[in-house]
């Protein structure tokens, strides 16, 4: 079974400055893909970002990269520029390549402070 | 693009009564959808996976006669908690596959079930 920890409950920042978020999972499979989602006080999910395990390359969009460690299983979410609508929950996910089920960590509570 | 809907948002029953919620992908066909529930604080829990015109799969302790699932089109699922009990209360939240890369799944903005 795949599972997906994050070991940070809380986090918190200032704006403007760096966090990063942890994530580690455990899988014996060689295909699958990482997620990041945000869900703000709203409760809607939204997408972060995505990264293919068969990929290299540290997928980014705008202030948002991972650090893929894939013999680590390590998944870490880099925000640049915190801004205060950043402040959300941030789940990690993990789903194989020929499976459709997804599986989330715990969460990371992220406040970012004026 | 790849928004998905959620309807009712909230809902108020009471115990023993059915509830129905609908998600559906609104400029997108949905090659497979998603039930997920959420506990306070909690993280996503899976309860079964649709596809179009076949019977859902459920997660292991999942009751599939307590919840309902009929995935009627490509764009439409709906979600059925029958005979509803205090315990059902929880947040609701649907995804679907079809609006971008194959395996990323696109959230509804869930739905909030209240059972008294």
């Known amino acids: 079974a795949q599972t997906v920890t994050q070991s940070q409950p809380e986090m918190s920042v200032q704006e403007a400055e760096t966090v990063t978020l942890s994530c580690t999972y455990d899988t014996s499979e060689n295909n699958y893909y990482l997620f990041w989602y945000k869900q703000p006080p709203s409760r809607q999910m939204i997408l972060v970002i995505r990264q293919e395990a068969y990929k290299q390359q540290n997928a980014t969009e705008n202030r948002f990269s991972v650090n893929f460690q894939k013999a680590a299983k390590s998944f870490s979410l880099k925000i640049s520029d915190s801004q205060l609508g950043d402040t959300a929950m941030y789940f990690c996910a993990f789903m194989r390549g020929n499976n459709n089920d997804m599986r989330f960590g715990a969460g990371t509570r992220l406040t970012v402070k004026p | 693009g790849a928004v998905v809907s959620q309807h009712p948002s909230w809902v108020i029953c009471k115990s023993g009564t059915s509830v129905k919620i609908e998600c559906r992908s609104l400029?997108?066909?949905?090659?497979?959808m998603f039930w997920y529930r959420q506990f306070p604080k909690q993280s996503l829990m899976l309860m079964a996976t649709?596809?179009?015109?076949?019977?859902?799969?459920?997660e292991q302790g999942v009751e599939k006669d307590k919840f309902l699932i009929n995935h009627a089109s490509l764009t439409l699922s709906t979600l059925t908690v029958t005979s509803a009990h205090p315990e059902d209360s929880s947040f609701y939240i649907c995804?679907?596959?079809?609006?971008?890369?194959?395996?990323?799944?696109?959230f509804g903005p869930g739905t909030r079930l209240l059972v008294l």
């Open positions: 400029d997108f066909q949905a090659t497979t």
């Open positions: 995804s679907a596959q079809g609006g971008g890369p194959r395996e990323t799944q696109y």
């Open positions: 649709s596809n179009e015109g076949s019977k859902a799969t459920y």
